[in-house]
């Protein structure tokens, strides 16, 4: 028999996602329930496996939906003290799930916490109780019982959680044929696009890797690479395969940003003596990783992609683990470089010719944040609304407070009517709740200023902005098309 006290908690368990979780005002719920819950999510940045969404794959038990890949949840069960084998070993997929439920408790405080319940919700339907070990036997069975249905497929999914568009990340040497089957397959009304992600090109301080790789883009290009003119053709022409593919997006990963002053001579030297398996110096290598990313960048412009830089992680700096599993295992940081000098000057020189492409600049270090948004502004130049983005907050601070301190910087020191929103930077397809934590954030975080007298309770014009960041401006910003008929920001208003 339960006491009143256990009973009562019981109701506050039940009621812990609720319909008004994060939004503490009442003008913050009018702004999410009229203006920002329905809309449609365009995720412009996803690392999705574009296979997956072509066969409509299945999956059969929650630890293979969930665990599989997710970084933040390996390096969760690492901190609270489960072995590796349950992690990304060989454990049975119950196992792993148990590990997982026995972890989730531990993660009050962190933004898991709130993710893992809010999955379980939409799209499982499980609102009535927290996981755990005591829950995870029952939840688990729910759960593989629903991922049977019709909805559960991986296409189904996305549709639940209102998904119109996905980008992937892709390397230059991808086929593409797994976004060629989805392009035409008349029954998907999801648009799955491919981004063009040529890190590799950069990685020049391991001849070895580097040259494999090159060794893969000659083929894939059909162009025998011997020199760095032809290396540079070969990329040219990966980038225009992507262009009629579809792709209009490119994507990098940097430490920091290379912008080196150098001679088109010493270019080709560097990538000769590295073709021939010599390693480099640091400045020869960071003049080359400088004059290859400025091209590349001049090839963005020419094709009127949007470029975006996601800057400042610290990779792999565990390695026993790399060894172990590779890269992608949850063993990066947020970096401590400065770069924004750097980073100017390389906007400054595709400025100074007129060859800036539309530019999305994400920091990973929550220091970076006003040197961004100021930087973002100094190149704005009148031709594009927003043309110089300052990115979500990513990755270690895609959560309340990273976000909230991005766009207090935005709306401080840039334009937040601008913003082209929210990304779910995953590999996961239980992590579009992302974007409803986001549009929560923002509704209270605009909410509580006009509570405070800060902004006037015009709710239709705060409303239609929240639409903006949301939608609109994604949608306008990268041009689009061929979204869902009814995909035009929608709202619950009459």
């Known amino acids: 028999m339960k006491t009143s006290k256990e009973k009562a908690s019981d109701q506050h368990i039940s009621a812990f996602i609720t319909d008004d979780f994060l939004l503490e005002n009442e003008a913050a719920r009018t702004l999410y329930h009229t203006y920002g819950e329905a809309l449609p999510i365009l995720d412009f940045h996803s690392h999705l496996d574009p296979e997956w969404i072509a066969s409509d794959a299945r999956f059969d038990n929650l630890a293979q939906l969930w665990l599989a890949g997710d970084h933040y949840a390996w390096r969760a069960m690492r901190a609270s003290g489960i072995d590796e084998r349950y992690i990304s070993g060989d454990a049975p997929d119950w196992e792993k799930f148990q590990k997982w439920a026995e972890t989730v408790p531990q993660t009050l405080g962190n933004p898991l916490y709130h993710w893992v319940h809010m999955a379980l919700q ?102 025998d690479i011997k020199e760095y003119s032809s290396y540079l053709d070969a990329l040219r022409k990966r980038h225009g395969f992507f262009h009629d593919a579809g792709c209009r997006i490119s994507d990098h990963g940097l430490e920091s940003v290379p912008a080196e002053d150098s001679s088109e001579a010493g270019v080709r030297s560097a990538f000769d003596r590295l073709r021939s398996g010599e390693a480099l110096s640091g400045k020869a290598a960071a003049e ?68 800036l492409a539309k530019t999305i600049l994400y920091n990973l270090n929550p220091r970076d944040n006003e040197m961004i948004v100021s930087l973002a502004g100094s190149f704005q130049d009148g031709s594009v609304p927003g043309k110089i983005q300052v990115g979500s907050a990513w990755w270690f601070l895609d959560q309340k407070d990273g976000i909230e301190r991005q766009l207090s ?8 009517s601008r913003f082209v929103g929210m990304v779910s930077d995953s590999r996961s397809f239980l992590s579009f709740n992302r974007h409803e934590y986001f549009r929560r954030v923002l509704c209270n975080f605009l909410g509580r200023d006009i ?12 409303g ?25 920001g929608g709202e619950r208003e009459s």
């Open 451 to 462: 509570e405070r007298g800060l902004l006037p309770r015009d709710f239709r014009g705060i």
């Open 288 to 355: 080359l990783q400088s004059a290859v990313l400025h091209e590349l960048a001049v090839m963005n412009w020419e094709k009127g992609w949007v470029q975006q830089f996601h800057i400042g992680a610290l990779r792999n700096t565990n390695t026993r683990l790399l060894s172990l599993l590779g890269a992608d295992a949850g063993c990066d940081s947020i970096g401590d470089s400065n770069y924004g000098r750097s980073l100017a000057k390389f906007l400054d020189r595709l400025d100074q010719k007129d060859r």
């Open 409 to 416: 910087a935005l709306s401080h020191m840039g334009l937040l």
């Open 122 to 223: 939409k799209p499982f339907g499980i609102r009535d109780r927290l996981f755990g070990p005591k829950t995870a036997e029952a939840i688990w069975e729910h759960c593989r019982a629903r991922l049977q249905e019709e909805d559960f497929s991986c296409r189904g999914i996305l549709r639940q959680m209102n998904v119109a568009l996905v980008c992937t990340t892709d390397d230059p040497c991808d086929c593409l044929e797994h976004h060629r089957k989805i392009a035409e397959d008349a029954t998907c009304d999801i648009q799955v696009l491919p981004t063009f992600r040529p890190d590799r090109a950069l990685a020049v301080k391991d001849p070895a890797r580097f040259n494999s790789w090159v060794d893969q883009l000659a083929a894939a290009a059909d162009v």
């Open 464 to 488: 239609s902005l929240i639409k903006d960041i949301c939608y609109r401006n994604a949608a306008e910003y990268f041009g689009f098309e061929r979204l869902r008929p009814g995909d035009k």
